[in-house]
Antibody, heavy 118, light 107 residues
Framework: EVQLLESGGGLVQPGGSLRLSCAAS????????MTWARQAPGKGLEWVSL????????FYADSVRVRFTVSRDNSKNTLDLQMNSLRAEDTAVYYC???????????WGQGTLVTVSS | IVLTQSPGTLSLSPGERATLSCRAS???????LAWFQQKLGQAPRLLIH???SRATGIPDRFSGSGSGTDFTLTITRLEPEDFAVYYC?????????FGQGTKLEIK
């Protein structure tokens, strides 16, 4: 059974940093690209970032480029999102998902809430 | 690629047919369009990938179609559990954008 468990969310001040993690199980992690998406309170889904299975290729939404960095550890089956220079508009539930590159993201975690506020 | 979904809200009764539209500002490729269902407080659930292929476990009352820049999700014979928000997403060209969503509500 595919399982994705996000962690690391919380309250952070504007300008601060936070690192999200996603622990994956139930599939051969290194064989799949992984996606981060987010959803601000009461709003729609926003695609954030994607990393290829080997980690060599990364892609970002314009809204987070330069500030966010996606990485993965295929030996530990973990996906990370380092978020710097956080803004109020980054407040959202952040989801990790399996796939998303040349194939739809077919399994999603339950999300972790990031709140950027002073 | 900007995805525009219509209508914003669709009010129907159980047993009716729902037709949801997703229009792209440019073609994402005929096989790079997905539909997701999201219920309040839950993660998105993949319904359709490759424009018209149902994901594992999705009932056959859900179907996807389209090509070029116009795509459609059709739900025949609405069940009570189908009332939710639906998103299209293109994964043909980064950034892999979502539409703004269509809320399907009970009339």
């Amino acid at each position: 059974e595919v399982q994705l468990l996000e962690s690391g969310g919380g309250l952070v001040q504007p300008g601060g940093s936070l690192r999200l993690s996603c622990a994956a199980s139930g599939f051969t992690f290194r064989n799949y690209a992984m996606t981060w998406a987010r959803q601000a309170p009461g709003k729609g889904l926003e695609w954030v970032s994607l990393i290829s299975g080997g980690g060599d290729d990364t892609f970002y939404a314009d809204s987070v480029r330069v500030r966010f960095t996606v990485s993965r550890d295929n030996s530990k089956n973990t996906l990370d999102l380092q978020m710097n220079s956080l803004r109020a508009e980054d407040t959202a539930v952040y989801y990790c998902a399996k796939g998303g590159w040349a194939a739809a993201a077919d399994y999603w975690g339950q999300g972790t809430l990031v709140t950027v506020s002073s | 690629i900007v995805l525009t979904q219509s209508p914003g809200t669709l009010s129907l009764s159980p047993g009716e047919r729902a037709t949801l539209s997703c229009r792209a500002s440019q073609s994402p490729g005929s096989t790079n369009l997905a539909w997701f269902q999201q219920k309040l407080g839950q993660a998105p659930r993949l319904l359709i990938h490759g424009t018209s292929s149902r994901a594992t476990g999705i009932p056959d009352r859900f179907s996807g179609s389209g090509s070029g820049t116009d795509f459609t999700l059709t739900i025949t014979r609405l069940e009570p559990e189908d009332f939710a928000v639906y998103y299209c997403q293109q994964y043909g060209s980064s950034p892999y954008t979502f539409g703004q969503g269509t809320k399907l509500e009970i009339k």
